[in-house]
């Protein structure tokens, strides 16, 4: 953060600025992704009109959610592991928290910069895993363990087709840092036409599309919400958990979706970035200070975008079944994507 | 030396025969020392997918369900038994209850097999509204099985599509009968009331909401793939068992049984007026039941568009007694119900009640195919056939 | 024209769905500011018409669960005319229905032979505690009211409307 630099902070309160932008980055998101799609969205596409009471447009129902939750009693089963029980919800918030680190909101505006970003990213997204496992385990409930082991075998299956995924962005970049990922995007062009800059959804139509079927599975959200199952597990691994950690089992689920959604902006969409032809800038040096500001309501906008796509899927459709999940991301998912590296590699070598 | 009763040599369905071994090889497991054990999942009676309380005990091996069976009684209400200390005219506010999303469906049985000890015949006008509540009751309640269809599989939007367009039939019956769930409305000769004025108009605009609501949901549910994947081949009950366990209605029909009671029975009421189509599926798949009741709910906005036409005038209320006393004897009569057959055993002692009351409802006979069905399944399957089963919880324990 | 498969169509509905709410409004409405009306045959609470009522006790012995209580004592009314015996007439002292056990069916309503009790389609009168739900014959009156016009009936119909 070098703009914040300039006003000659000493490293402490860095830290302290790092800390409070993190909290932001992700519950801001988080709520906005509850109220617009969950509450107000998903309302609408069932012709409802969702709550109403609790301010403007039920725009404070959150506030009262949250107010209710942390009323409610805090409940740990007789024969559950105590200190895992208690613990898994925070693995689980951690990750989105480990995540949201390298996500660039402007030319200076990150939290670090990571060399192989992308990497760490994909790495750290896993923890959350741990989380659910651990709550299935600690729980001491048949439908936890259940749903605890469908989340552990769904998302170590979906890690892969998104690790090659990216892997298309990452050839075609030529870098791993975010940022730099970013500025390929929009310094770039197509076929000379630099107007849209060149962002990777074009070139990477197909990496784009396992990207988000794997984080459609990532977030456990329907078709592939088999962890949770309302119907058949009564809700897995949350089960036997109510009050403030229900919460955070939730703030994670949607925290997640949002820093999920950041990652595929920055990988597919541009980022933080506008086409830099638009303003005639040739590299990220030249980029005038505003974007610092302006980038991180980009970056918002089309994390809007994509959550809208995810929120869209999960309101229409049934559910996998868990072994046709399994056959999907091995049989289809990942053939596809190898497919896609390679034509990308031999094009990058190519061209 | 030949080995009899062996399941691997029989003529067994492949999913027969794996579900055998399945259940050979857990049980070798459990005898091996230091192995995993095979878990007992209780299912119900406090579980979000039994819609009410019923409970199925499965054995998984895995998520491979081994053994399972339904155990019901939670919400016994003791129908049959109260009914022998209500007078006639009271017996129909009871079983309104027994299947309480087609609630009317259930009174016409038990008036019929009265006027049929009394020897008293409902004048035409009667039975062709009596006929046409009953298809709206059909369309109220399937049309509710196909939102929670899709609920019970995780698809959210489709049970409020179905929880919006209900309302539209239930406004109907409620306009007509005063009630919108227990409409409590057919009398020993005849009916309560005459329709409202205005009713036969705002009645055909909503069959024409109901048939979009089947294009809606055909398109939203039955067409998706993820759907398709989740249902096809999935509990396929074949025509010998289903024959064997006794199912009716849908069930029965979309194992390729061409069996309705609505046009097989020779009944007063007026389906053989209407021009109308019986659907049968030879897959007898979970796919197939729900296809057969999204085409029967079609169906059945015809034939409510069809004999709102030809409704004769005159009188809806025959001559009968003011006190009514039902003549010695015994009657059965049986209709084709949302659910399946539903039939009504009444037995009179020529008192003001009846001396005893059989009731046959519909789902407690679909249920009993469950143990065999589910054997060999997954447990996500297990809701799928459930649901795709549909039962309601107090038609099974009445 | 190939086929769009099932999965883009299920998007479709639910696209579809969400711009016709925005654009034409929900088909919910917000109940405590806006009420539907009920249609005038509901059966939403029995009204009494005290008046009309000779406390014949039918509609008690009707009721499938037994929840309408009448108690009445004989009272010596003036003659109708001049001159005449006084006549003697059934006073109603207690007419309370236990709504927490009434089922709704109107089998009372239907037996009553002097047209006392009657249909209204009021429903807001829950309570907190399910003993409130006893309500005696001066809240029963208050209904009256609130009781409708029977409907016209519809064409072809043989009998007048009460």
């Keep these: 953060m070098s703009w914040l630099l300039a006003f000659e902070v000493p490293y402490w309160g860095q830290s302290v600025f790092r800390v409070l932008g993190g909290l932001v980055a992700v519950l801001l998101p988080a709520g906005t992704i509850v109220y617009v799609f969950l509450f107000k969205m998903m309302s609408f596409m069932q012709s409802r009109l969702g709550p109403m009471e609790a301010g403007p447009y039920g725009s404070l129902q959150l506030v009262a959610e949250v107010g209710k939750w942390l009323q409610k009693e805090d409940i740990v089963p007789a024969n559950a592991d105590r200190k895992i029980f208690k613990m898994a919800p925070v693995v689980v918030l951690l990750s989105t928290f480990l995540l949201v680190a390298v996500v660039p909101f402007g030319p200076d505006a ?113 078709p592939f919400d088999m962890p949770i199952a309302e119907s058949e597990l009564v809700s897995g691994y949350m089960t036997e958990y109510s009050g403030f950690r229900f919460l955070i089992f939730f703030i994670g689920e949607f925290a997640t979706a949002g820093v999920f959604a950041m990652i595929a902006s920055t990988l597919f969409l541009g980022g933080w970035g506008v086409p830099f032809a638009w303003f005639g800038w040739e590299s990220v040096d030249q980029v005038d200070n505003w974007m610092n500001f302006a980038g991180p309501v980009i970056v918002i906008t089309k994390m809007m975008l994509i959550t809208f796509l995810v929120m869209w899927a999960r309101f229409s459709y049934p559910r996998f079944r868990e072994d046709q999940l399994q056959r999907f991301a091995w049989k289809v998912l990942i053939p596809i994507s190898l497919v896609n590296i390679m034509v990308t590699a031999v094009f990058k070598v190519a061209l | 030396m030949t080995i009899v009763n062996d399941p691997l040599n029989a003529k067994l369905g492949d999913r027969e025969r794996l579900s055998y071994i399945a259940s050979q090889a857990a049980d070798a497991r459990l005898n091996v020392e230091l192995e995993t054990e095979g878990m007992t999942l209780n299912i119900g009676p406090q579980h979000p997918a039994t819609h009410g309380t019923l ?284 659910l399946g057959e539903m039939g009504y055993y009444v037995v009179s002692r020529g008192d003001v009640g009846p001396f005893r009351v059989k009731i046959r409802s519909a789902s407690f006979n679909n249920i009993s195919v469950v143990p065999w069905v589910l054997r060999g399944v997954y447990v996500p399957d297990i809701i799928t056939i459930l649901a795709s089963l549909y039962f309601i919880l107090g038609d099974i324990d009445r | 024209m190939p086929k769009v498969p099932g999965m883009i169509k299920g998007l479709g509905v639910t696209l579809k769905t969400m711009t016709r709410t925005l654009t034409k409004g929900s088909n919910t409405v917000q109940y405590p500011h806006v009420k539907e009306a009920p249609p005038v045959r509901a059966r939403g609470v029995i009204a009494l018409h005290q008046d009309n009522c000779t406390s014949c006790m039918l509609c008690s012995r009707s009721c499938p669960d037994w929840c309408i209580y009448i108690e009445a004592h004989k009272e010596l009314a003036p003659p109708r005319r001049e001159g005449g015996k006084p006549r003697q007439v059934n006073k109603l002292d207690r007419f309370d229905i236990d709504f927490s056990l009434c089922m709704y069916c109107g089998i009372c309503v239907e037996v009553c032979p002097f047209d006392a009790l009657f249909w209204s389609p009021e429903f807001e009168y829950s309570e907190p505690n399910i003993a409130d739900m006893l309500h005696d014959k001066t809240k029963l009156s208050e209904w009256m009211e609130t009781v409708p016009e029977a409907p016209e009936l519809e064409a072809g119909a043989d009998r007048k409307k009460k």
């Design chain 1, 110 to 222: 990150w939290f670090t910069n990571f060399e192989t970003g992308i990497f760490y990213a994909l790495a750290v997204s896993s923890v959350s895993v741990l989380g659910i496992l651990m709550a299935g385990w600690a729980s001491a409930n048949k439908y936890s363990l259940l749903g605890g082991l469908r989340a552990a075998g769904q998302l170590i299956a979906y890690e892969l087709p998104m690790v090659l995924a990216v892997i298309g962005v990452v050839i075609q970049a030529g870098t791993m840092n975010l940022q730099e990922i970013v500025v390929a995007q929009n310094a770039g062009s197509i076929f000379g036409f630099d107007g849209l800059g060149n962002p990777y959804i074009i070139t990477q139509f197909v990496g784009f599309v396992v990207f988000m079927i794997a984080i459609q599975a990532e977030l456990t959200q329907t």
């Design chain 2, 55 to 338: 409970r199925i005990i499965a054995r998984l091996d895995g998520e491979q369900v081994v053994w399972a069976e339904p155990s019901c009684g939670y919400m016994h209400r003791g129908y049959e038994k109260l009914t022998e200390v209500r007078t006639f005219p009271q017996v129909t506010t009871l079983i309104n209850r027994i299947d309480w999303l087609g609630s009317f469906a259930n009174e016409v049985p038990f008036i019929l097999a009265a006027e049929k000890l009394m020897g008293v015949e409902a004048p035409p006008r009667a039975q062709w509204i009596r006929t046409i509540l009953f298809e709206l009751s059909r369309i109220a309640n399937v049309s509710l099985f196909l939102g929670d269809l899709g609920v019970q599989m995780g698809a959210v939007t489709p049970v409020f599509f179905a929880f919006r367009d209900r309302e539209y039939v239930l406004d109907l019956i409620e306009s007509a009968t005063g009630g919108r769930f227990h409409p409590n409305f057919d009398r020993i000769g005849g009916l309560k009331d005459d329709l409202p004025a205005g009713w036969i108009q705002e009645t055909k605009q909503v069959m024409r909401k109901m048939r979009s609501f089947c294009d809606e949901i055909e398109s939203l549910l039955f067409g998706n793939e993820i759907f398709q994947s989740r249902t096809r081949g999935i509990g396929v009950i074949p025509r010998d068992i289903a024959l064997q366990y006794g199912l009716s209605g849908a069930n029965l029909r979309a194992s390729g049984v061409d069996w309705d009671l609505r046009r097989d029975q020779d009944s007063p009421l007026a389906w053989k007026n209407a021009d109308w189509k019986v659907f049968t599926h030879p897959d007898g798949d979970s796919f197939a039941r729900c296809w057969v009741r999204l085409q029967e709910t079609r169906e059945a906005t015809k034939i409510v568009d069809q004999l709102l036409d030809g409704i004769p005038s005159g009188p809806v209320m025959a001559k009968v007694p003011k006190i009514i006393k039902v003549p010695e004897g015994e009657a059965w009569v049986s209709t084709e119900n949302p």
